[in-house]
C-alpha cells in the first residue's frame, strides 16, 4: 500500500524489482523499461520513481522538473536507439487509452512509418 491507501502500481512494483522488467535506463527519479507489449521496433516506457502522479497533467502541476527529468531521459533513450527523432506519447485518461494510472511516457521509434498520427 502506499500513503494515500491505494494498492502500488504495476510500475511501483517494477521499480521495488517485485516484478521484471528489462529495465534500460535508471537514475534517482526516472526508471525506462522496455514495453511488455510493443507497439513498434522500439517501445519504452518512461516513468517515475519519485511522487504519486496519475498521469502528465498532474505532474505538469505538481513537479514540473521532474516532468522535464522524464523528457531529458526519454530523449537520451531515443538517441541511443532511435537516432534522436522518436514519438513521446503519454495516454491521458481511460478513454484515451491509459491503463496505468502513473504517470509514464511511452517512446516509440525505429519504423514508424511516415506521416501518421494513430
Ligand atoms: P498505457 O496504456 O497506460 O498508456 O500504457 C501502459 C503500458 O504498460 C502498456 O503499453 C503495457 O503494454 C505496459 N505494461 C503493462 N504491464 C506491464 C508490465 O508488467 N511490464 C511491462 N514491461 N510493461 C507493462
Known sequence: MTSSGAEPSIFSRIVAREIPATIVAEN????????INPQAPVHIVVTTKTGEYRDVVELAAGDPLLLAELVRVAHEIAAERTGGEFRLVF???AAAGQT???????VLGGGLGEGTLG
Open 28 to 35: 534517482d527519479q526516472i526508471i525506462a523499461f522496455e514495453d
Open 91 to 93: 495516454n491521458t485518461g
Open 100 to 106: 496505468v494510472f502513473h504517470v509514464h511516457a511511452h
